[in-house]
């Protein structure tokens, strides 16, 4: 048995046909729906990119106890489960947050890796003389992000040399090498389409506009203040390269059907997260609420086992199913920590794993959704306290994806533990990380899906709200939560 997992970074269900997208062409994630099962109500738990990757190893959520940061020593790790049980696990990415101080401990968990460089601004060629800014909008905003990446691009002049091309050859080339072979975990995942939306002209062609102005395909993060051409472009950039993601997975697919890889690999297509694109007025995420652009991800799953082809799932599922799903896959025994579920039942017949879910960011609002409510609690204070982080590693993402400063080290206090520590006792810190405290200006707020699935107007209805609190309280309980948490969201535990 294998399992092949394809990840992108940052794809929105929204722009794929499977979900009912008729102006970007994906005909590749089309093609797989109708090969496999296709979630409607798949939900992020921990955001972003660092803390969603943490639970994709563990199975349990990463944001109740800390930010953005490495695999713990006391972490289980799904890739170094599979390795310790005689599976070999394999990753390839150009996700360069994998080798900054803010992950580093990732990569090193599966038996061998390849990384592929030059993806946003990965500090990868050395070129001292600074590039023509005058060409690219909004560089000015983070300008030592913005040289690198324009270095970076001068390395990248054809389809070959980009960094998702590459990464999916290398992928490609591990299953010719190895398709014959038995036990083994696959991971290709590629940073596209997460902005910048640098992607080559064949791709731009398909979407064509009139725009004249600079290079415009890094959005910020924050409230869109473009005007209607520039938002054309950046968006035009994005579908281009979403495609062009498409692209790269019909690679994929072409290998499953060249070497009847079907019969006996699993195949999972997922993503971290979505991502904002004007919707709501904003750019990206983090810094405003995670609505279902960025909360309800695509998620599309081949099990051999079943063999159920284009069919749907109503089913609530999150992103820390999916080590308990590959673990038992290889009747590998799911860690008593990991509190995701494996998905086989899902797959089979539809039957839930569970009836809520939680998803939110280290510090902004807790939110929690039953498939047809979303409920986002805010801070009950303006000042968002009080708020620790509870950590072994030093290193998050607020002092530059690097080590935590050396005033957080000094005040940090040693002795706590949690249920999911295995006996040991870790430092807590106040948080100060880098962008949580925007969304505590935030209403809580209360939306009914079914009958506002774009999340435009919220609603009073007491009785779910008291509901979906409670809910909220238990998993927060599963989940071992800091008591502070609690008083931090205003949640009254004493009942």
Not at 187 to 194: R, W
Not at 286 to 305: G, S, V
Not at 389 to 404: D, Q
Request: aromatic share 14%; charged share 25%.
């Amino acid at each position: 048995m294998k399992v092949v997992m394809v990840m992108f970074d940052s794809l929105s269900k929204r722009f794929l046909e499977p979900y009912g997208c008729d102006f970007v062409s994906t005909p590749n994630f089309k093609r797989l729906a109708e090969k496999g099962v296709t979630f409607d109500n798949s939900y992020v738990c921990s955001m972003p990119c660092m803390p969603a990757r943490r639970e994709l190893h563990t199975g349990r959520s990463n944001f109740l106890h800390r930010s953005w940061g490495p695999i713990e020593p006391y972490d289980d790790s799904m890739p170094e489960i599979l390795k310790n049980n005689g599976i070999y696990s394999h990753l390839i990415t150009d996700h360069y947050h994998y080798f900054e101080d803010g992950g580093a401990t990732y990569h090193e968990r599966y038996m061998s890796f390849e990384f592929v460089r030059g993806q946003e601004c990965d500090p990868w060629k050395g070129v001292l003389q600074n590039p023509d800014y005058s060409l690219t909008k909004n560089a000015t905003e983070s300008p030592a992000w913005h040289r690198q990446n324009m270095i970076n691009r001068q390395y990248m002049d054809c389809e070959e040399k980009q960094s998702q091309a590459v990464t999916f050859e290398l992928g490609l080339e591990f299953i010719e090498k190895n398709h014959n072979s038995d036990n083994w975990f696959l991971q290709i995942e590629t940073f596209d389409p997460h902005e910048p939306f640098f992607v080559p002209e064949e791709f731009k062609k398909m979407y064509p506009d009139n725009y004249n102005g600079p290079v415009f395909d890094w959005p910020p993060y924050r409230t869109v203040s473009e005007t209607p051409e520039e938002v054309e472009y950046a968006k035009n950039c994005h579908y281009a390269l979403v495609t062009m993601c498409d692209k790269y997975l019909g690679k994929v697919l072409d290998t499953f059907d060249a070497h009847n890889l079907w019969e006996d690999t699993m195949l999972i297509v997922n993503t971290d997260h979505g991502y904002m694109l004007t919707e709501h007025g904003h750019w990206a995420k983090c810094y405003f609420p995670f609505f279902n652009e960025i909360a309800n991800t695509p998620f599309f799953i081949w099990d051999p086992r079943y063999k159920k082809s284009n069919e749907r799932r109503t089913s609530l599922v999150q992103t820390i199913d999916i080590a308990p799903t590959v673990l038992d896959f290889f009747n590998i025994e799911i860690p008593k920590d990991m509190l995701g579920k494996p998905l086989k039942y899902v797959i089979e017949n539809d039957e839930p794993v569970r009836d809520v879910a939680i998803f939110g960011i280290h510090g902004g609002q807790m939110n929690i959704t039953d498939g047809r409510y979303v409920y986002m609690r805010s801070p009950a204070k303006k000042s968002n306290d009080p708020l620790y982080e509870y950590w072994l590693m030093p290193t998050h993402h607020g002092t530059g994806r690097a080590f935590m400063a050396l005033e957080e080290l000094k005040e940090a206090e040693y002795g706590t533990t949690f249920d999911f520590t295995k006996g040991c006792k870790l430092l807590k810190s106040v948080h100060c990380d880098w962008n949580p405290q925007a969304q505590a200006k935030w209403e809580t707020a209360l939306y009914d899906l079914s009958k506002d699935p774009l999340q435009n107007t919220p609603i009073k209805d007491e009785k779910t709200e008291e509901r979906l609190i409670a809910e909220m309280i238990k998993i927060m309980q599963e989940n071992d939560s800091p008591k502070e948490q609690y008083e931090r969201l205003g949640l009254d535990i004493s009942k």
